[in-house]
């Protein structure tokens, strides 16, 4: 006889505000907050903080830990603020956008010395977020002073090393 495997406990994950346990909702729920479909996500309905699962997670892993709408915004901000180097990284290595994201937060964690479940932004929390948009700008801030007074330092290889 075939012993069927184990199945897993579904990751429900808990809000970081309340401590409730999330509940999933889907597209039509009276809990889901998107007007359209944005696929399944955990919500804490009355902290209003959510995250999206993983693409094809027949367990509906969450991507990240929930996020309000403060964490929501801070996650927004880094992403901008990271969109320079990830174009660039995409340019000089073809890098994908999801590779060349993963390894922007990869950089950003080693340098702040983050531990992180997954190398993603929605591993972030908010104090974290805030502390990388500071080291982002304080880094793109320090590259354009470089490249204003010393024209060639730029064009040496890794000399504008932005860690990616
Ligand atoms: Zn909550």
């Not at 693409?55 to 996650?75: F, I, M, T, V, Y």
């Not at 929390?125 to 502390?131: G, K, L, V």
């Amino acid at each position: 006889m075939r012993v069927g495997r184990p199945i897993p406990a579904p990751v429900r994950p808990v809000c970081d505000d309340c401590g409730n346990i999330a509940q999933l909702a889907q597209t039509g729920d009276s809990a889901y907050p998107y007007l359209e479909d944005h696929g399944p996500v955990w919500i804490c309905v009355p902290c209003q903080a959510w995250i999206g699962v993983r693409p094809r997670s027949r367990q509906h892993a969450p991507l990240g830990r929930l996020a309000n709408a403060e964490l929501r915004d801070a996650k927004k901000r880094l992403h901008d603020a990271l969109e320079p180097l990830v174009a660039a990284k995409m340019r000089r290595d073809g890098a994908n956008p999801f590779e060349a994201r993963g390894k922007a937060i990869k950089w950003l964690a080693s340098e702040l010395n983050f531990t992180l479940s997954t190398p993603s932004v929605h591993a972030l929390t908010r104090e974290q977020c805030e502390q990388a948009i500071r080291y982002v700008a304080d880094f793109q801030a320090a590259r354009q002073r470089s490249s204003k007074h010393a024209p060639d330092a730029g064009r040496k290889k890794d000399a504008s090393g932005d860690g990616l």
